[in-house]
């Protein structure tokens, strides 16, 4: 079955640090994204991708980076670790219609 | 500034009544409409949509009704049932990516 998995899927850092997040799908999905859930918030995109080579910015881009180098990854990077960044990260694919999701990275900043 | 508000945090209703979770944007472009599902600790996971050419669409027990002009949406599940309890998103979509509301907590009460 096609899937998307999520790693890790808990990870305590400390300020400062360099975090990557991985994402990898199996549905061939030119699509995909990176949401971040707080509580109060919601779910917001952080960076998403229409394919390889290509990356956006969404709502809460800062502190934040994304690759696509090929159709099945899309890792994401934060740079200098933060507080604020403490949260729990989804990676979904799409085609366009129904977006889906893995099943979540928490992230500790310590 | 939200696009997408969830303006109740919560809804508790009893077991076998209809509960009804509302979502409204502001945005004119969006339209593609859908709603998902949350379990802690679990991905969200894909509900029910509705395109912006539709003013409703049925599946089981859930239904999504579509006011444009009032750029207000709503999700009816009758009857509730207890494993309907979980965190309800809404989402709408204008070029592919979709922006969430904050989610409403459902706790279906036997």
């Known amino acids: 079955d096609a899937e998307i998995t999520q790693s890790p899927r808990h990870k305590i850092t400390e300020t400062g640090r360099q975090v990557t997040l991985a994402c990898h799908q199996t549905?061939?999905?030119?699509?995909m994204f990176w949401y971040r859930q707080d509580l109060g918030h919601g779910l917001r995109l952080i960076h998403y991708?229409?394919?390889?080579?290509?990356?956006n910015k969404g709502e809460v881009s800062d502190g934040y980076s994304v690759s696509r180098s090929n159709t099945e990854d899309l890792p994401l990077t934060l740079e200098s670790a933060a507080s604020s960044q403490t949260s729990v990260y989804f990676c979904?694919?799409?085609?366009?219609?129904?977006?889906?999701f893995g099943e979540g990275s928490r992230l500790t900043v310590l | 500034d939200q696009q997408v508000k969830q303006n109740s945090p919560s809804l508790s209703v009893q077991e076998g009544r209809i509960s009804i979770l509302n979502c409204d944007y502001t945005?004119?472009?969006?339209?593609?409409f859908l709603w998902y599902k949350k379990y802690p600790a679990e991905g969200p996971t894909f509900l029910i949509s509705?395109?912006?050419?539709?003013d409703k669409n049925e599946d089981g027990r859930f239904t999504v009704f579509l006011n444009k002009s009032a750029k207000h949406l709503s999700l009816h599940i009758v009857p509730s049932q207890p494993g309907d309890s979980a965190v309800y998103f809404c989402a709408a979509s204008a070029t592919g990516k979709l922006i969430f509301g904050q989610g409403t907590t459902l706790q279906v009460k036997p």
């Open positions: 979904a694919s799409s085609e366009g219609g129904e977006l889906f």
């Open positions: 509705i395109s912006s050419i539709k």
């Open positions: 549905w061939n999905h030119n699509n």
């Open positions: 945005n004119s472009m969006f339209d593609y």
């Open positions: 991708s229409y394919g390889v080579q290509d990356t």
